[in-house]
């Protein structure tokens, strides 16, 4: 309740192994679950396995009852850790694939598509009861991670992550290290609109992008990039520290900034509020860098950071 007292609780699972990693309140009131599943027929799941993990998603009413559970996947590792309830009352999920999809001799179940690389994107849109609408695929030579998506006010979509590929497949940007940040707009039922990658020479993963209240975009993750190059201006602090870009609607870098220091940083979590300003959250495991007048509380804590509609730090605190 909002005093944080226990209404309930409940738990959802089947033979082997099943991990959530999205959970959504529905405009129903109840919660619409998502994650990975190993197991088949047992429990609360009710389809069979299609390879070896698939996407589970469950639907439960505001007491945490079940109302229905899907499964979808191919004949291989299929990992879900996004969605999203859509404005139509259905659902998008999100994660990475590398099933082969039907056009192989063994494939079963919803993939359509063959892989491009090791893992692509993969992407499901299905209707408020779980039918699959449509699905697609996404990536290049290498690997790919979706980490987040967005329905923008015109019914298109923002998905977000990471992508190991140079040019190919769906990957039309050439590489700028190890790991870039790869931002696809799509429309309605899959089409790429537009195409953003921005990295620099080392590993960079997206975690999280918002729209923000100027039809623009701010993405944050994490940073191995320690010397300018490619698209990053800013040093690195030494192992991997947060790096937030804000981007227009066509994708032009309007500012970024590094932030953390010689030990690990991660962030998860961003907002903006009605004055423009943004909110960053996420750990430190550092005490020099930007933390250098923020002691540490033990090993790594609760770091947050509050900038300016410029990108400029305005405070942050650590918890832990």
Do not use: C
């Not at 590792?77 to 192989?104: A, E, P």
Request: no cysteine; hydrophobic share 30%; aromatic share 12%.
């Amino acid at each position: 309740d909002e005093a944080g007292n226990k209404l309930w609780e409940a738990r959802y699972g089947g033979n082997k192994e099943d991990r959530m990693w999205g959970l959504e309140q529905t405009t129903d009131g109840g919660f619409i679950l998502g994650g990975q599943s190993y197991s088949d027929i047992s429990g609360e799941k009710t389809d069979t396995s299609r390879g070896h993990s698939d996407y589970w998603v469950v639907k439960v009413d505001e007491n945490g009852i079940k109302q229905w559970d899907k499964t979808y996947g191919g004949d291989s590792t299929d990992i879900l850790n996004v969605l999203i309830q859509t404005k139509d009352g259905g659902y998008m999920l999100g994660g990475w694939s590398r099933s082969s999809g039907w056009t192989s001799v063994d494939s079963t179940g919803e993939k359509s598509d063959t892989i491009r690389g090791d893992y692509d994107w993969w992407i499901v849109k299905v209707d408020t009861a779980g039918v699959v609408e449509w699905e697609q695929s996404y990536g290049g030579d290498d690997t790919e991670q979706l980490s987040d998506i967005v329905q923008k006010p015109d019914g298109s979509y923002i998905i977000a992550g990471g992508t190991d590929s140079n040019i190919s497949g769906e990957v039309t940007e050439p590489s700028r290290g190890a790991r870039d940040y790869w931002v696809l707009h799509i429309d309605s039922i899959g089409n790429i609109l537009r195409e953003f990658r921005y990295g620099g020479n080392d590993f960079d993963d997206l975690n999280r992008i918002i729209l923000t209240r100027d039809s623009g975009y701010l993405l944050a993750g994490s940073s191995l990039t320690l010397t300018p190059s490619g698209d990053k201006t800013d040093p690195g602090y030494g192992s991997f520290d947060w790096w937030v870009l804000k981007i227009d609607t066509l994708g032009t870098i309007e500012w970024q900034q590094t932030f953390g220091g010689s030990g690990l940083e991660n962030i998860y979590s961003l907002g903006q509020n009605s004055v423009d300003h943004y909110m960053l959250g996420g750990f430190t495991g550092s005490i020099d860098g930007t933390l250098a007048d923020n002691p540490t509380k033990g090993d790594n804590d609760y770091w947050m950071v509050y900038l300016d509609p410029d990108g400029n730090r305005l405070w942050d605190e650590r918890y832990g």
